[in-house]
């Protein structure tokens, strides 16, 4: 089994920041890609930004130069630091991961129970 635990959301306002905290454990033998998906209401979910465990990274359109994802891969745990944050930043932030199990290369996608981001103007 393989948890992910979202913590570091809360209320902010318009052109302040917040940091995201996203820590795996459980069965892990590797951590391959860890990252942040977002849903407002009434909206699908969104991909926000991915880190890969070699430091490669991807940024949706809408928050780069804004975000920044880092990773520290000794203690499974990635981070979002978001800056200039504006009122259509406001959603439920879930962290996403995935996971390689054992050495046969068998691994699964996991997710975060999410962590709300209310951005005010």
């Known amino acids: 089994q393989v948890q992910l635990v979202d913590s570091g959301g809360g209320l902010v306002q318009a052109g302040g920041s917040l940091r995201l905290s996203c820590a795996a454990s459980?069965?892990?033998?590797?951590?391959?890609?860890m990252g942040w998906y977002r849903q407002a209401p009434g909206q699908h979910r969104e991909f926000v930004a991915r880190?890969?465990?070699?430091?490669?990274?991807h940024y949706a359109d809408s928050v780069q130069g804004r975000f920044t994802i880092s990773r520290d891969n000794a203690k499974n745990t990635a981070y979002l630091q978001m800056n200039s944050l504006k009122p259509e930043d406001t959603a439920v932030y879930y962290c996403?991961?995935?996971?390689?199990?054992?050495?046969?290369?068998?691994?699964?996608?996991?997710w975060g129970q999410g962590t709300q981001v209310t951005v005010s103007s």
């Open positions: 996403n991961a995935q996971v390689y199990t054992n050495s046969y290369g068998e691994y699964g996608d996991y």
């Open positions: 880190i890969f465990s070699e430091g490669s990274t």
């Open positions: 459980g069965s892990i033998f590797s951590v391959n890609h």
